[in-house]
T-cell receptor, first 116, second 110 residues
Framework: DAGVIQSPRHEVTEMGQEVTLRCKPI?????LFWYRQTMMRGLELLIYFNNNVPIDDSGMPEDRFSAKMPNASFSTLKIQPSEPRDSAVYFC??????????????FGDGTRLSIL | RKEVEQDPGPFNVPEGATVAFNCTYS??????FFWYRQDCRKEPKLLMSVYSSGNEDGRFTAQLNRASQYISLLIRDSKLSDSATYLCVARMDSSYKLIFGSGTRLLVRP
C-alpha cells in the first residue's frame, strides 16, 4: 500500500516567496495532520483535519500559514510570505479515526524547507 | 514545563546491552501513549503503543505508570540497527492530538 506522499521533498526559496507544501494521505484515512519539526522546538502539530474539515488549528504559528483540504486525498500547507524562521522539516501524517481514538498516525517522508 | 519530557541523551551502549528510556507527562488527562522511532533525516514511525498493563513486542517492553505519570521503554539485546531517536508520545483521546517529547537519542556501538 502507498504511504503518505508529500511533495516536494526539498524546497529552497528566498524570504518573501510563497511556499506550498502538498500531501496525499493514505487512502481510507479520514484524519490528516500537519507537523513542523525543528531542533529547537521538536515536533509540533500545526493543524489537523477530520473528514476534510479543520478541527484544531491552534498550532498554526501566524496568519502567514494556511492549510486546506479540498478533498479526502489532498491537502496543502501554504506559507505566504515566507521567512527564514520558517525553515524546518514539515511532516504530513494521516490516520483512520477509529473507536477509542487509538489509531496510529502514519507520517510522510517530510518536506525539508529552507528559507534564505 | 513541556507536556512530555524526555532525557535527550545520547545513550551510547554496546551491542547486546539492555537500555531503558523514561518519559514523564504533565497532563493527567492523557489517555493513550506511544513510542515512535525516528531515524536521522527520516519520518517518525510508530514503534509500539503503551498499554496500562505493560506490553512487550520482541525485544521491546513498554510500561505505563499512571500514578506517577511515567512511561518507559526497555530494549533488550540491542542491535546496531536500534540506533535512532525514540519519541515518547501522549494523546488525550478527546482531541486526537499527539503531544511528542523531544526524543531520546540512542547510539548502539559494535
Amino acid at each position: 500500500d502507498a504511504g503518505v506522499i508529500q511533495s516536494p521533498r526539498h524546497e529552497v526559496t528566498e524570504m518573501g516567496q510563497e511556499v506550498t507544501l502538498r500531501c496525499k494521505p493514505i487512502s481510507g484515512h479520514n484524519s490528516l495532520f500537519w507537523y513542523r519539526q525543528t531542533m529547537m522546538r521538536g515536533l509540533e502539530l500545526l493543524i489537523y483535519f477530520n473528514n476534510n474539515v479543520p478541527i484544531d488549528d491552534s498550532g498554526m504559528p501566524e496568519d502567514r500559514f494556511s492549510a486546506k483540504m479540498p478533498n479526502a486525498s489532498f491537502s496543502t500547507l501554504k506559507i505566504q510570505p515566507s521567512e527564514p524562521r520558517d525553515s524546518a522539516v514539515y511532516f504530513c501524517a494521516s490516520s483512520r479515526r477509529g473507536q477509542g481514538g487509538n489509531q496510529p498516525q502514519h507520517f510522510g517522508d517530510g518536506t525539508r524547507l529552507s528559507i534564505l | 514545563r513541556k507536556e512530555v519530557e524526555q532525557d535527550p541523551g545520547p545513550f551510547n551502549v554496546p551491542e547486546g546491552a539492555t537500555v531503558a528510556f523514561n518519559c514523564t507527562y504533565s497532563n493527567s488527562a492523557s489517555q493513550s501513549f506511544f513510542w515512535y522511532r525516528q531515524d536521522c533525516r527520516k519520518e517518525p514511525k510508530l514503534l509500539m503503543s503503551v498499554y496500562s498493563s505493560g506490553n512487550e513486542d520482541g525485544r521491546f517492553t513498554a510500561q505505563l505508570n499512571r500514578a506517577s505519570q511515567y512511561i518507559s521503554l526497555l530494549i533488550r539485546d540491542s542491535k546496531l540497527s536500534d540506533s535512532a531517536t525514540y519519541l515518547c508520545v501522549a494523546r488525550m483521546d478527546s482531541s486526537y492530538k499527539l503531544i511528542f517529547g523531544s526524543g531520546t537519542r540512542l547510539l548502539v556501538r559494535p
